[in-house]
């Protein structure tokens, strides 16, 4: 076993190599013990070694053996469905309006007419700002990640045959919006990545650039 330690009684030291073989110099009245993941063995008196250059332990390892782990591939349903409980709050917000409240006078509201919560909550613009911009924030990204998944790099990869920095352009210039994603067969996005892929080699071979985003009707 290798970086088994040895160790003498008078304080000296080494560790096994790769092969389990260690050089250690000792004199008559030391004593060797090894240690491995600091669980040493008993002592050994060097005068009870009947042969000093080839002593061999045996030492007793316990094999912790961990639970099978799978890694499976981003599941963008599971992610999303996560995204929204995580950020429930703000999915679901809504911009206060003015209700009628119910309550007894004497329970600290209006009595019948407005409800003093929805009035505060109702002038707490720069809250409500925040939260509605979060709130749109959170919705854009869920629809980037759904054309993401559908207009995928694998996919786009095999369909066009592009690679390295050609597919981060194409990419870049030929994804799809989101409502057009959305409501597009499986076939009919393939058809498209088929075709912009022939205009983009088409435009290459030309010698021409491609800059930013294509703009197009679908």
Do not use: C, W
Not at 63 to 71: F, G, I, N, P, S
Not at 129 to 150: G, H, I, P, T, W
């Amino acid at each position: 076993m290798s970086n088994v330690s040895v160790l003498s009684s008078n304080g000296r030291g080494t560790v096994t190599d790769s092969m389990g073989h260690y050089s250690i110099v000792v004199s008559e009245d030391d004593s060797l013990y090894f240690s491995y993941l600091g669980k040493p063995t008993p002592k050994y008196a060097v005068t009870s070694i009947p042969a000093v250059y080839q002593f061999d332990v045996s030492l007793h390892v316990n094999v912790t053996t961990l639970k099978e782990v799978r890694v499976t591939p981003r599941n963008y349903k599971r992610d999303s469905i996560q995204n929204r409980l995580d950020y429930a709050k703000a999915f679901d917000f809504q911009k206060p309006g003015l209700g009628i409240s119910s309550s007894p006078p004497g329970s600290g509201s209006f009595g019948v007419g407005l409800d003093l919560d929805q009035l505060i909550n109702a002038f707490r613009f720069r809250r409500n700002r925040s939260m509605a911009a979060f709130r749109d924030r959170l919705v854009l990204e869920e629809q980037e990640k759904y054309v993401e998944n559908k207009f995928s790099r694998a996919k786009v990869r095999k369909v066009t045959g592009l690679t390295g920095p050609d597919i981060d352009t194409f990419m870049r210039y030929y994804s799809p919006p989101y409502e057009y994603v959305q409501i597009a067969t499986e076939y009919e996005l393939l058809d498209y990545m088929k075709r912009a892929g022939e205009q983009y080699k088409r435009i290459k071979n030309l010698g021409g650039k491609i800059y930013g985003k294509k703009e197009e009707e679908y």
